[in-house]
């Protein structure tokens, strides 16, 4: 017997998880190497960990279907702090020493033509 899997995902984290593809295969196309996705802990997630130039990439991937919604200002202060304790407890999970940055890659996606366009804005302050 042939047991499917239900996808239970929300439209949102579906639409989040094809953000995501997209981001990994922008960044790739650009020298960066994906070294982790989707590193969880209760206090908050990192999207994607890239290393480019010896230098680790903390990157938050925004997905919107919306052109009226400016996905840069849900990086709110509470967001930025849960970002950098995520960040912290990876570099000392992982033993890490080495330079480091936080980045946005903004994905705007058209679901009538399965276009999308991604902007990316580096080094982001925390």
Request: proline residues 1%.
């Amino acid at each position: 017997m042939l047991f499917m899997k239900l996808d239970t995902r929300t439209e949102k984290r579906k639409l989040g998880d094809i953000g995501e593809n997209i981001a990994c295969d922008f960044l790739e196309n650009r020298g960066f190497k994906i070294v982790e996705r989707n590193y969880l802990r209760k206090w908050g997630e990192i999207d994607i960990v890239a290393r480019k130039a010896n230098v680790i990439r903390f990157i938050e991937v925004k997905s919107v279907t919306q052109e009226t919604y400016r996905a840069e200002e849900n990086m709110h202060p509470r967001k930025l702090k849960r970002l950098g304790k995520t960040i912290q407890t990876y570099l000392l999970h992982k033993k890490l020493d080495c330079d480091w940055q936080l980045d946005l890659i903004m994905v705007k996606m058209d679901m009538n033509t399965r276009k999308a366009r991604v902007e990316m804005i580096e080094n982001i302050v925390i």
